[in-house]
Each structure stands twice: as structure tokens, then as C-alpha cells.
């Protein structure tokens, strides 16, 4: 039987690995991909959490799934926006590397 252990170990791994991505990687793209991976992680822990956790009736409670809907907008907003500036960093400076960004001006 799945428990509550299992899925916070999965989800502390993916964060983990997520933020591994963001310290260890200089590709900007690597790296937004990485903060995408540790918002999944989080989300994953919220379901669990909200699964696992019951009220006096013995249904289950949804208002952690409630939250992580309204996440995966934002986060959604936030790909939006970020693969724009990325797009357009790419296109002043012809490099994905963060090294070689060090201002934001054109």
C-alpha cells in the first residue's frame, strides 16, 4: 500500500533534483525548466497531503487540490512570460547561457 511517506519521498526527490538543475545548470532554458519541476514537487506534496487527510465523515479533504488548480494557472502564466523573455534574450544576445547574460538591457 502507497502511504504518505511514499509520495513526500517522491516529491523531496523532485525537488531535489529540481533545485539541483537550478544551482548546477547554466542554460536558462535548464534552469526554467528545473523551477518547473520544483513547483510539481510542491504540488505533489499538496495532493498527497489533501488525499491523505480526512474530516470527520471520512471523506477525503480537496481544498490542497483546490490550490495546486490554481498553481498550475499561474505557473502556466508564468511559461507564458518567461519563454517570451527568454525568446527575446535569445534573440538581442544569440545565447542561452547565463554567463554571457549579465544585463538586461538591450
Do not use: C, W
Not at 539541483?20 to 536558462?28: F, P, S, T, W, Y
Not at 542561452?96 to 549579465?102: A, K
Request: hydrophobic share 60%.
Amino acid at each position: 500500500m502507497v502511504t504518505l511517506g511514499h509520495y513526500l519521498f517522491v516529491s523531496g526527490l523532485l525537488f531535489t533534483l529540481g533545485f539541483a538543475g537550478v544551482l548546477l545548470r547554466r542554460n536558462i532554458i535548464i534552469i526554467f525548466m528545473s523551477l518547473e519541476l520544483m513547483l510539481n514537487a510542491a504540488n505533489l506534496s499538496l495532493v498527497a497531503f489533501s488525499r491523505f487527510r480526512v474530516d470527520a465523515a471520512g471523506l477525503p479533504n480537496y481544498h490542497g487540490q483546490v490550490f495546486v488548480f490554481f498553481i498550475i494557472t499561474v505557473a502556466a502564466a508564468e511559461v507564458a512570460v518567461g519563454l517570451a523573455i527568454i525568446v527575446a534574450l535569445y534573440r538581442a544576445r544569440r545565447t542561452t547561457h547565463v554567463e554571457d547574460i549579465n544585463l538586461l538591457k538591450f
